[in-house]
């Protein structure tokens, strides 16, 4: 059994996490996001494929 793949919401005042099954993957125009259905910020995620299928992992946003 695969190990499930969670995502947190990187708006510094949500910070929720979600298993990857409880969010919608979109392309908003730069690259695939989830919304988080909390607060709704976009979160980045990169994808790549794993034995044919497309995984997405959170990509980390640096502050300014």
């Known amino acids: 059994?695969?190990?499930?793949i969670?995502?947190?919401?990187?708006n510094?005042?949500?910070?929720t996490?979600?298993?990857s099954t409880e969010v919608v993957?979109?392309?908003?125009?730069?690259?695939?996001?989830?919304?988080c259905p909390i607060c709704g910020a976009r979160?980045?995620?990169a994808a790549r494929e794993e034995?044919?299928?497309t995984v997405y992992r959170q990509r980390r946003t640096t502050g300014s």
């Open 12 to 15: 510094q005042s949500c910070g």
């Open 25 to 35: 993957v979109t392309n908003e125009g730069q690259g695939p996001l989830f919304r």
């Open 17 to 19: 996490r979600w298993e």
């Open 43 to 45: 979160n980045a995620l």
């Open 6 to 10: 969670y995502y947190t919401c990187q």
């Open 51 to 53: 034995d044919g299928v």
């Open 1 to 4: 059994m695969k190990k499930p």
